[in-house]
């Protein structure tokens, strides 16, 4: 016996009449169908949740080692531009020593001219 019956059974024998009983069972079994729906929904839902989930966590993972890579790429640049301003540093350094003795050697000349013409 289905289930549909024995309850329309049950129903009947309580006192309804087999129209009634049967109005019942039918709103009974509209009323599972739309709960089964539901759920069926709010399974679809929570699968699409946990691949959501699943996805996020592999972004995430996949950030991280773009991070790493990042910091590394970044590390090497600033290496390689302290090395080149470490180079130009040294490159002002022989530049500023060579200016000075330039404009020592002209003042020399210069003082040494000034101190021949003023003795004539």
């Known amino acids: 016996m289905s289930p549909q019956l024995a309850t329309q059974d049950v129903l009947t024998q309580s006192g309804l009449s087999a129209p009634q009983a ?20 709010q399974f679809a ?31 090497k640049e600033v290496g ?3 090395a080149l301003l470490h180079s130009v540093e040294s490159r002002v350094i022989c530049w ?10 002209v003042l ?3 003082g040494y001219f000034l101190v021949t013409q003023l003795q004539k």
């Open 96 to 105: 500023t020593f060579a200016f000075i003795m330039g404009q020592t050697a």
């Open 45 to 75: 839902l929570l699968a699409t949740k946990a691949t959501l989930q699943a996805e996020m966590y592999q972004i995430r993972a996949e950030m991280r080692i773009m991070r790493l890579e990042l910091e590394m790429l970044i590390a």
């Open 22 to 41: 049967g109005a019942i069972v039918g709103a009974v079994e509209i009323e599972i169908s739309k709960l089964q729906e539901t759920l069926a929904g």
């Open 80 to 82: 390689r531009l302290e």
């Open 108 to 110: 020399l000349g210069a």
